[in-house]
């Protein structure tokens, strides 16, 4: 069975790739995944070329101006500061979903083994090593990425607790159940196989172990509905062409597939208000000379994902585009399983 929780009444916050002073906010988004499963409402771009291009980028806007690949989180009521309040957004993001994911805070308790998939350039796992204590090990698609992320880790003296490298988050290199927590932020909407994504997840959990996904959504279909009305396909083929998304799933989908392995406590909660005000925060800063001579500087991708960003207020303001957190845990006494039969659905 699963649990539905609420947004908690937050402070605006960035979900937290990195910690790092900002400057401008422009994404430029990338798939996740080098393979990729066709959907009716998104076309999939087969392998990434050009998101490993954008991805791979060292000085693109998004990580060279700001740090972090992610979304200011507040509570609806609060007035939005994109700089001053930027680093304590991040670590409240970081900790509020830490704390609905009910992680131990008892040092004899705490996860001592993290990985951090889709890991960006390793805010996540810097800050969890630290507060911790724990050994991270975090996975991207992107050298540059795990290149930037091993340097600021070792610029922070933790080379010794965290450390990155390249991989596939389908094909995780990691042996079974190693890891007391799998920490997943904003990466589900890169995979193109959700299911085999979360089978990965919890392969290398550990017994006992903390199952973390927090991840853009569509909503969830009604009893009555087999599909997502032909105008809400249209709008998601749109997004999904400019940040080179595979399908989107919605949280129920991504509950099934937990449910199918056995996996315990499920819990989930949509923070899409919460989230809201990160898209015109984002478009005001491209306004400013910064944010446009950064845009001229990182190419037509950027631009094109940078006009897109209406497209994202647009879903979320016809309860389309869902912000959702989705939490677990692997029971202690695990019975080995293989695929999940949601894979057979091509989740």
Known sequence: MSERGHGFSGYNKMSSKSIESPEVLICSCTSESSTA????????????PQAQTELNRPKHVWTAEIGAQHHLFKDKDDALSLLSDHRSAQIRMIEETLRFAAVPEDPVKTPKNVVDVGCGIGGSSRYIARKYEAQCQGITLSPVQAQRANALAAAQGLADKVSFQVADALNQPFPDAQFDLVWSMESGEHM?????????????????????IVTWCHRDLSPSEESLRPEEKALLQKICDAYHLPAWCSAADYVKILESLSLQDIKTADWSENVAPFWPAVIRSALTWKGITSLLRSGWKTIRGALVMPLMIRGYKMGLIKFAIITCRKPEHVVTTTTSECAAENI
């Open 192 to 212: 193109p196989h959700k299911a085999k994504f979360v089978n990965e997840l919890a392969r290398v959990a550990a017994p006992g172990g903390t199952i973390i």
């Open 37 to 48: 499963a066709r959907r009716p409402h998104c076309k999939i771009i087969k392998t990434p």
